[in-house]
């Protein structure tokens, strides 16, 4: 700040000195007006200014100072006092002013100049949050072209469309110059080219799958850059000098078999395709990171659309082979239907047309009985007679099968003779036989009971059936059969596990054996035998229509046959000693036991009401010899809570010793040594029958060797060790029922 | 403990008994026979049971140790008493292991009835504990003033 002198002689030294400074100063005192001026238009205009107060003061100086000067003009003529007054407070105050704001300048300039250097700081940010904006917004915008090529291709589900578009969308988004696909072949040898982007059919190239260059990027999962020059890349001429850079991806192919119901596919056995892509030559674009992730993305994304597309055209074909399968199906069941019906057709046709033949024979046969005959042909007539009406017999069995098969056949029960029932059969079968020169035996078992509850006609079938079989197969030698009821413990048949008769009081199970010398079975064939009669059971339950006519299991019986013994709730079978050795037939059905030889259609149930009525045998005597002593004792507390008056003893000799008249009933433990001998002696000492005790053995071996041994030396009974308190009072009630066990 | 509590027990153990195939119906028959005209009926027996077997098994020991060979038919005589017996009142243990030993008899296998005497004795010891723990039960009951409650068994 210039001082200015502003109190001097009143004497214009100089006249031109003085005007020039004079005008000076005028325009000093303009400048300075207009300055502040000048800065409040543009501080106003700005809004950003921080220091006001600074300007305030700037601007008060800068008044001031003008003011200054512009009083200073008058000085240079003469003025009076007050202008000198002025001046000297404008010059005071100018210079408080202005020291005030020197001092405030000495803080402001420091931060004015750092304003500066933030300024710029700033202006590197903003340059590079620029440059990182594009950035993202080049990624953003590859992004949704990823999005966009993902649509895409998962659009359709057309393995050709897929690819199209991949490859089409692909060029567009990273603008290439070139892209192809390589496929492997089915021997997975190679990889042929399968879809190109310029090129609209790409001829067969082939490249072997095992180059250096192949293996290095199937064995990562990104993209690869790759050279130009490789096989895989080397698909169209060089448009440019400088070729661009190729980058190379994998597409693992999923298949079908890869997804297992628990596990992933496994990586170790996937095949792969190639995707190949070139930047435009002589273009200088380098791949670009964002770049290779969106053609990775892209890559994935291709494989999962393919294998939807694979899973696609596999499920469809799998319907269509199920849908002719289906229609094959059909055809089928109705064939079948078609045949069954014909068969049945057919059946009763010849049923009739069998039977009218039949019919005339027998009546012929019986008419030619009564006429005049030498005994040869009497014989001869006789034959013919029994012969047709077996045959008879058999057609009707036919008609029979097919009535079963419908499921109206119905087992006709009532009571009927048993032993004259076999006696009969015998007889039917006897001609035959001694045509055959085969001895026909028949063994009814003592304890066979005369009279039974049954189908007698179906069972007069089945026995005939079963004989002539066993005269059937039998070239020479003897037929024998054997009758007799089935006790508990032997109706269980280690060849028939499946086997488990319940008998009750009211039914039994008789059990016939037919034994013939014929060619017997192979042993090796056994096994054979019994899974199918174990079909055949449960066929029988089902109506299964497809189980023919005839002979059936093991081409020896009727299915008649196997049918009516599992109505009657038995169960058949065949044992051999092996071939050459002859069979035995063996099967058991369940009875029911009748008391009364009249035709009563209800099976007799007297037993079991009976056998609840005693409980208690007050007076009973009883003897019971056993060598055990806790058995005495426990068999002695079960009669004695049952009533009876019990005598033990422990040996034979004090039983004979002991033994009376008075003794009603003697159990005998035949396990001992002597037990069987007892029994007799027991016998042989009290003669007299309706005085003699009752003989019971008691045994825990309950096999048929000591049933007959029992019944041999003429026991009652035999009872299984241990006996409970009901079983001894059954077992009692029954002896002083029937005198007997049943 | 009160009587409701020894009957209890009483019972829980005698179907435990049952349940682990130390005793059969058999021996439920035998309770069964058990009344007023016949109180001890159970304990005669089983202890008339305890005798012979104890007195089997030592001959059975005896015949099995000799060293000039073993006669299997006494043996096989033995075994069935003790099968009778066993059966008799229901130990089934006893009876099974006696069954297997006999087996053993028919084929002369002296390891093999070596091996089933020690069963057989085993099994033989543990149901006489059992069963003198449930006599030793039931005469608690009786002295406390209650009654067997064999009505609580339930399946008889």
């Given at each position: 700040m210039e001082s200015c002198n502003c109190i001097e002689p009143q004497l214009p030294p100089d006249e031109l000195l003085s005007k020039y400074q004079y005008i000076s100063d005028f325009f000093i005192a303009l400048a300075y007006f207009s300055i502040p001026l000048e800065l409040i238009y543009f501080v106003k205009k700005s809004a950003v200014f921080p220091y006001r107060w600074v300007l305030v003061q700037f601007g008060a100086f800068i008044v001031l100072c003008g003011a200054t000067h512009l009083i200073n003009l008058w000085t240079f003529t003469i003025h009076s006092r007050t202008v000198a007054i002025v001046m000297t407070t404008a010059k005071i105050l100018t210079a408080v002013v202005s020291c005030a704001t020197a001092l405030m300048l000495v803080h402001i300039i420091p931060d004015l100049l750092s304003v500066k250097t933030r300024e710029l700081f700033l202006k590197n940010k903003a340059a590079e949050l620029d440059r990182e904006m594009g950035l993202i917004r080049t990624?953003?915008?590859?992004?949704?072209?990823?999005?966009?090529?993902?649509?895409?291709?998962?659009?359709?589900?057309?393995?050709?469309?897929?690819?199209?578009?991949?490859?089409?969308?692909?060029?567009?988004t990273l603008s290439l110059e070139e892209c192809a696909l390589w496929m492997p072949t089915r021997t997975g040898l190679e990889l042929q080219l399968a879809y190109t982007l310029r090129q609209q059919n790409p001829v067969g190239y082939t490249v072997p799958i095992h180059l250096p260059v192949i293996n290095q990027v199937f064995s990562s999962n990104r993209a690869v850059k790759i050279s130009p020059n490789s096989p895989?890349?080397?698909?169209?001429?060089?448009?440019?000098?400088?070729?661009?850079?190729?980058?190379?991806?994998?597409?693992?192919?999923?298949?079908?078999?890869?997804?297992?119901?628990?596990?992933?596919?496994?990586?170790?056995?996937?095949?792969?395709?190639?995707?190949?892509?070139?930047?435009?030559?002589?273009?200088?674009?380098?791949?670009?990171?964002?770049?290779?992730e969106l053609v990775e993305v892209v890559a994935d994304q291709v494989a999962v659309a393919l294998s939807h597309a694979a899973i696609l055209e596999e499920s469809m074909r799998a319907r269509d082979l199920l849908m002719?399968?289906?229609?094959?199906?059909?055809?089928?069941?109705?064939?079948?239907?078609?045949?069954?019906?014909?068969?049945?057709?057919?059946?009763?046709?010849?049923?009739?047309?069998?039977?009218?033949?039949?019919?005339?024979?027998?009546?012929?046969?019986?008419?030619?009985?009564?006429?005049?005959?030498?005994?040869?042909?009497?014989?001869?007539?006789?034959?013919?007679?029994?012969?047709?009406?077996?045959?008879?017999?058999?057609?009707?069995?036919?008609?029979?099968?097919?009535?079963?098969?419908?499921?109206?056949?119905?087992?006709?029960?009532?009571?009927?003779?048993?032993?004259?029932?076999?006696?009969?059969?015998?007889?039917?079968?006897?001609?035959?036989?001694?045509?055959?020169?085969?001895?026909?035996?028949?063994?009814?078992?003592?304890?066979?009971?005369?009279?039974?509850?049954?189908?007698?006609?179906?069972?007069?079938?089945?026995?005939?059936?079963?004989?002539?079989?066993?005269?059937?197969?039998?070239?020479?030698?003897?037929?024998?059969?054997?009758?007799?009821?089935?006790?508990?413990?032997?109706?269980?048949?280690?060849?028939?596990?499946?086997?488990?008769?319940?008998?009750?009081?009211?039914?039994?199970?008789?059990?016939?054996?037919?034994?013939?010398?014929?060619s017997g079975i192979n042993p090796q064939d056994y096994p054979k035998l019994f899974t199918k009669f174990a079909q055949s059971q449960s066929l029988a339950t089902k109506n299964s229509a497809g189980s023919g006519l005839g002979l059936a299991i093991c081409k020896r019986y009727h299915m008649l046959v196997i049918r009516f013994v599992n109505l009657m709730d038995g169960h058949i079978w065949l044992e051999s000693e092996g071939l050459g050795k002859g069979c035995t037939a063996i099967f058991m059905i369940k009875l029911g036991v009748t008391e009364c030889c009249t035709e009563s259609k209800l099976p007799a149930a007297t037993n079991a009401s009976m056998n609840h009525a005693q409980t208690a045998f007050p007076g009973l005597k009883v003897m019971v010899m056993d060598d055990n002593g806790v058995s005495r004792m426990v068999t002695k507390?079960?009669?004695?809570?049952?009533?009876?008056?019990?005598?033990?003893?422990?040996?034979?000799?004090?039983?004979?010793?002991?033994?009376?008249?008075?003794?009603?009933?003697?159990?005998?433990?035949?396990?001992?040594?002597?037990?069987?001998?007892?029994?007799?002696?027991?016998?042989?000492?009290?003669?007299?029958?309706?005085?003699?005790?009752?003989?019971?053995?008691?045994?825990?071996?309950?096999?048929?060797?000591?049933?007959?041994h029992c019944r041999r030396v003429g026991m009652n009974g035999v009872v299984l060790k241990p006996v409970s308190v009901d079983k001894m009072r059954t077992v009692l009630s029954d002896l002083l029922e029937h005198r007997n066990l049943v | 403990m009160d009587v409701i509590q020894m009957q209890r027990t009483w019972v829980e153990y005698t179907k435990s008994l049952y349940r682990e195939g130390y005793l059969d119906s058999q021996f439920a028959q035998l309770q069964l026979l058990q009344d007023e005209s016949n109180p001890d009926f159970v304990v005669e027996v089983v202890s008339?049971?305890?005798?012979?077997?104890?007195?089997?098994?030592?001959?059975?020991?005896?015949?099995?140790?000799?060293?000039?060979?073993?006669?299997?038919?006494?043996?096989?005589?033995?075994?069935?008493?003790?099968?009778?017996?066993?059966?008799?009142?229901?130990?089934?243990?006893?009876?099974?292991?006696?069954?297997?030993?006999?087996?053993?008899?028919?084929?002369?296998?002296?390891?093999?009835?070596?091996?089933?005497?020690?069963?057989?004795?085993?099994?033989?010891?543990?149901?006489?504990?059992?069963?003198?723990?449930?006599?030793?039960?039931?005469?608690?009951?009786?002295?406390?003033?209650?009654?067997?409650?064999?009505?609580?068994?339930?399946?008889?």
């Amino acid at each position: 700040m210039e001082s200015c002198n502003c109190i001097e002689p009143q004497l214009p030294p100089d006249e031109l000195l003085s005007k020039y400074q004079y005008i000076s100063d005028f325009f000093i005192a303009l400048a300075y007006f207009s300055i502040p001026l000048e800065l409040i238009y543009f501080v106003k205009k700005s809004a950003v200014f921080p220091y006001r107060w600074v300007l305030v003061q700037f601007g008060a100086f800068i008044v001031l100072c003008g003011a200054t000067h512009l009083i200073n003009l008058w000085t240079f003529t003469i003025h009076s006092r007050t202008v000198a007054i002025v001046m000297t407070t404008a010059k005071i105050l100018t210079a408080v002013v202005s020291c005030a704001t020197a001092l405030m300048l000495v803080h402001i300039i420091p931060d004015l100049l750092s304003v500066k250097t933030r300024e710029l700081f700033l202006k590197n940010k903003a340059a590079e949050l620029d440059r990182e904006m594009g950035l993202i917004r080049t990624q953003e915008e590859t992004g949704r072209h990823v999005r966009m090529l993902t649509h895409e291709i998962r659009s359709t589900l057309d393995r050709h469309t897929i690819l199209k578009t991949t490859l089409v969308e692909l060029g567009r988004t990273l603008s290439l110059e070139e892209c192809a696909l390589w496929m492997p072949t089915r021997t997975g040898l190679e990889l042929q080219l399968a879809y190109t982007l310029r090129q609209q059919n790409p001829v067969g190239y082939t490249v072997p799958i095992h180059l250096p260059v192949i293996n290095q990027v199937f064995s990562s999962n990104r993209a690869v850059k790759i050279s130009p020059n490789s096989p895989v890349a080397r698909l169209r001429p060089l448009a440019g000098k400088y070729p661009g850079e190729v980058v190379a991806v994998r597409v693992p192919l999923l298949h079908l078999s890869n997804f297992q119901i628990n596990d992933w596919p496994e990586l170790s056995t996937k095949r792969y395709a190639l995707m190949v892509l070139m930047l435009p030559s002589d273009s200088a674009r380098q791949w670009h990171t964002y770049e290779l992730e969106l053609v990775e993305v892209v890559a994935d994304q291709v494989a999962v659309a393919l294998s939807h597309a694979a899973i696609l055209e596999e499920s469809m074909r799998a319907r269509d082979l199920l849908m002719e399968q289906n229609v094959a199906l059909d055809l089928a069941r109705r064939e079948a239907e078609t045949a069954i019906r014909a068969r049945n057709d057919f059946l009763a046709v010849m049923n009739h047309e069998m039977r009218t033949p039949m019919h005339a024979i027998i009546a012929l046969s019986s008419l030619l009985q009564e006429t005049e005959l030498t005994p040869e042909q009497r014989l001869m007539v006789e034959t013919i007679l029994k012969s047709s009406n077996l045959l008879a017999t058999l057609i009707n069995d036919v008609l029979d099968l097919s009535r079963l098969e419908d499921g109206s056949l119905q087992l006709d029960l009532g009571s009927f003779n048993l032993h004259s029932a076999f006696r009969e059969v015998i007889n039917l079968i006897r001609p035959i036989a001694s045509v055959k020169k085969l001895v026909v035996t028949l063994h009814l078992a003592p304890d066979l009971p005369e009279y039974a509850t049954g189908d007698e006609k179906r069972l007069m079938q089945t026995l005939l059936n079963v004989v002539g079989n066993a005269v059937k197969f039998s070239k020479e030698g003897s037929i024998s059969i054997t009758a007799f009821v089935a006790k508990a413990e032997s109706l269980r048949d280690p060849r028939a596990p499946d086997f488990f008769p319940v008998p009750s009081d009211n039914h039994f199970f008789l059990r016939v054996q037919v034994k013939d010398t014929g060619s017997g079975i192979n042993p090796q064939d056994y096994p054979k035998l019994f899974t199918k009669f174990a079909q055949s059971q449960s066929l029988a339950t089902k109506n299964s229509a497809g189980s023919g006519l005839g002979l059936a299991i093991c081409k020896r019986y009727h299915m008649l046959v196997i049918r009516f013994v599992n109505l009657m709730d038995g169960h058949i079978w065949l044992e051999s000693e092996g071939l050459g050795k002859g069979c035995t037939a063996i099967f058991m059905i369940k009875l029911g036991v009748t008391e009364c030889c009249t035709e009563s259609k209800l099976p007799a149930a007297t037993n079991a009401s009976m056998n609840h009525a005693q409980t208690a045998f007050p007076g009973l005597k009883v003897m019971v010899m056993d060598d055990n002593g806790v058995s005495r004792m426990v068999t002695k507390g079960l009669l004695v809570h049952l009533g009876c008056d019990v005598t033990t003893v422990s040996s034979g000799d004090e039983c004979l010793r002991l033994i009376s008249q008075d003794h009603h009933v003697v159990f005998i433990d035949v396990c001992m040594y002597d037990g069987y001998e007892v029994a007799l002696r027991v016998h042989e000492k009290l003669t007299k029958r309706h005085e003699r005790p009752l003989t019971v053995a008691l045994t825990a071996n309950s096999d048929k060797a000591t049933k007959d041994h029992c019944r041999r030396v003429g026991m009652n009974g035999v009872v299984l060790k241990p006996v409970s308190v009901d079983k001894m009072r059954t077992v009692l009630s029954d002896l002083l029922e029937h005198r007997n066990l049943v | 403990m009160d009587v409701i509590q020894m009957q209890r027990t009483w019972v829980e153990y005698t179907k435990s008994l049952y349940r682990e195939g130390y005793l059969d119906s058999q021996f439920a028959q035998l309770q069964l026979l058990q009344d007023e005209s016949n109180p001890d009926f159970v304990v005669e027996v089983v202890s008339l049971f305890f005798e012979d077997s104890e007195r089997l098994l030592n001959d059975l020991t005896k015949v099995i140790d000799q060293q000039q060979g073993v006669d299997f038919k006494k043996v096989d005589a033995h075994v069935h008493q003790l099968k009778g017996s066993s059966s008799s009142i229901g130990a089934q243990r006893v009876k099974n292991a006696c069954v297997a030993f006999r087996s053993f008899c028919d084929e002369q296998n002296i390891e093999g009835s070596l091996r089933c005497l020690h069963q057989v004795k085993q099994e033989y010891y543990l149901v006489k504990n059992k069963l003198e723990n449930l006599f030793s039960l039931e005469q608690k009951i009786v002295a406390a003033g209650g009654s067997v409650p064999v009505d609580e068994l339930g399946f008889l």
